[in-house]
């Protein structure tokens, strides 16, 4: 048996000494790491969490119209939040049920931006009532990490909607968040569509910042030296919008209770005078909450409010496409002034007969536009042949986009050998199914602002430009302090001649003995050509488009009015009406012209 060696007192109180001595060594050392070494870091983490940094938002830029008149402003509004990293989640059923909020919808929030500081504040609520302000007042101290803003939310105070070309702000997406996370936070509104979302980066401002200090309840107990720290917000640019907001006034009251579009240009520049989309929807439901029951309400409405017809609706042109037919034929010399064809009351091709509007004799080209002779243009797109008709429909921008400054806009259709190729097949169409296009009616598609642009190239004797809504952006504060968005426009190869022909057929439309006699105006020369398109789902649409005055255009116009029948009897009326507010009438009453409108 191995006796057991045991320690001496003097051994272990050596070795209990030296445990003692090292242990206090790693102590010194980590509190010499601690506040030596890596002072700056715990300084900084320290300052965080003593240093409220506060956002401070720009003002959003607001829209003039043409004449200076304020159509899209700010208001201020209130908007509970919540920062996470003081909130009490114990709150969380008192905050949902006076607020009625859905149950759980806090929670949801908290739950998916989690990886968000949680020193940024939440928007739980926009557009807070006063008895809610000041329910957060007073039990201000029982509820930590909830507070409420002011912000900036949209008003209209000049009683235009343009509600699909104004467009709408929106809280940003999960999406773009995570794209442009340099430029926004979690809970900013940007613009969702229409000039708001094409124009967001003049709009939209660059943010400020606030410190201050804060105590441990996350109480603020004042700035961070003296406030030198902070930065200013810098607003947003100002747009001067290229609308008459008059005469969008009156063209809204026009088609109030119709569906249909209304684009008027200014044929000199490509200057949107006036858009209208109807039925439309009131943008002040989307300048803060906007109600769940709207929301469905709007998306529902089987007459599509929030679809924007003036841009991504297609119709037939009908007898307005008349006109490129003519000046295709024109310009390439497939006729002449001269050239007479014989209307006896319809075309026939193949097995089938075209009928006419009427039995028209031998008319020329300027008097076929003139009385719309049908007969004539199924003629014509056969002797003109459908490649050459489908050049110069493609040269005045049917069948791709204008450009315009708006997200929300189509190509339409505009057929081809091509596009007959690959919906019937190769060598399995005939001419036959050529001739209704010679009419604008067919597989033809067109929107009602591609109708407003070629017209304008027509009045202004053959520049497309693109079309446009804002002017220019302008700012004091910032650099450049103007912004003027370039007029861009291309010549097209149309000869004078051509043009003139086909100007004189529509100046005869109206003035003549044309569809459109009733549109004259007193002391202004009015050219146009009326459309009634055929409408495979119901009753014809529409169609007006024209400009004035003849000799020096001004103000160039589309109009379609759904399922109303003949053009020259509904759309040449309200066409007329905007004309002459516009050249003459700028003094009179909006709302007494409106209600006058048969």
Not at 247 to 276: F, H, R, W, Y
Not at 319 to 337: M, V
Not at 428 to 443: C, D, F, H, P, R
Not at 452 to 461: D, E, K, L, P, R
Request: aromatic share 12%.
């Amino acid at each position: 048996m191995t006796p057991t060696r045991e320690i001496s007192p003097k051994v272990r109180t050596s070795i209990i000494s030296f445990m003692t001595i090292i242990l206090f060594l790693s102590l010194g050392f980590r509190l010499y790491q601690i506040q030596i070494i890596e002072n700056e870091k715990y300084q900084k983490t320290s300052e965080k969490n003593a240093i409220k940094e506060k956002i401070i938002e720009p003002y959003r830029g607001i829209f003039y119209d043409r004449n200076w008149k304020v159509l899209v402003d700010n208001q201020p509004g209130f908007t509970l939040r919540i920062t996470p990293y003081y909130f009490d989640t114990t709150l969380i059923p008192i905050l949902e049920n006076y607020f009625k909020l859905k149950p759980g919808y806090i929670k949801y929030l908290l739950k998916a931006n989690k990886n968000f500081s949680p020193f940024i504040p939440l928007r739980i609520q926009r557009g807070l009532t006063f008895e809610q302000i000041s329910w957060l007042e007073e039990n201000k101290e029982a509820l930590p990490g909830v507070d409420y803003k002011i912000d900036m939310q949209r008003s209209y105070p000049y009683g235009v909607r343009a509600s699909h070309l104004f467009g709408y702000c929106k809280e940003i997406s999960r999406k773009e968040l995570e794209e442009k996370k340099d430029v926004y936070i979690m809970g900013d509104f940007v613009g969702h569509s229409g000039l708001e979302k094409y124009y967001e980066e003049y709009l939209r401002g660059v943010k400020g910042k606030q410190f201050v200090y804060v105590d441990s309840k996350g109480r603020e107990v004042g700035p961070v030296n003296e406030g030198k720290n902070d930065v200013k917000p810098v607003s947003g640019y100002n747009a001067q919008l290229t609308i008459d907001g008059e005469l969008q006034k009156l063209a809204e009251e026009l088609l109030a209770d119709k569906s249909g579009a209304i684009v008027a240009i200014d044929p000199s520049n490509g200057e949107i005078l006036t858009l209208v989309s109807k039925p439309d929807f009131d943008l002040s439901d989307f300048a803060s909450l906007t109600p769940a029951s709207i929301w469905r309400q709007l998306n529902s409405d089987k007459n599509k409010p929030l679809f924007n017809r003036a841009t991504s609706s297609i119709y037939p042109p009908g007898s307005c496409f008349k006109p490129i037919n003519a000046l295709a034929a024109l310009n390439d010399g497939i006729i002449d002034e001269k050239y007479v064809y014989p209307c006896g009351g319809g075309f026939s091709f193949g097995n089938h007969f075209y009928k006419c509007m009427g039995t028209h004799g031998g008319l020329n080209v300027v008097h076929a536009i003139e009385k719309s002779c049908n007969t004539f243009f199924f003629s014509l797109i056969l002797k003109n042949g459908f490649e050459r008709w489908t050049k110069y429909g493609r040269m005045f921008g049917f069948g791709q986009k204008t450009g315009i400054d708006i997200y929300e806009e189509i190509s339409g259709i505009l057929p081809s050998v091509e596009f007959y190729d690959k919906i019937y097949g190769k060598g399995k169409w005939t001419k036959g199914y050529v001739v209704s296009l010679g009419v604008g009616q067919g597989e033809l598609g067109v929107t009602p602002l591609q109708m407003a642009v070629y017209v304008s190239a027509i009045a202004n004797g053959g520049t497309l430009y693109r079309p446009h809504a804002v002017r220019k952006f302008f700012n004091p504060e910032a650099d450049p302090k103007e912004i003027i968005i370039p007029i861009e426009g291309k010549k097209l190869p149309i000869k004078a001649e051509a043009m003139e022909l086909v100007k004189q057929g529509m100046f005869l439309v109206v003035n003549g003995a044309g569809t459109a006699t009733h549109v004259r105006i007193p002391g202004i020369n009015v050219a146009g050509k009326t459309g009634t398109a055929q409408n495979p789902h119901g009753k014809d649409h529409a169609w007006f488009i024209g400009f004035a005055p003849f000799e020096n255009p001004k103000i160039a116009i589309a109009v379609i009015v759904e399922n109303a029948g003949f053009g020259g009897a509904v759309a040449a009326p309200i066409a007329k009406r905007l004309i002459e507010f516009y050249l003459k009438d700028k003094t009179k009453d909006v709302q007494a012209l409106a209600a006058n409108k048969n």
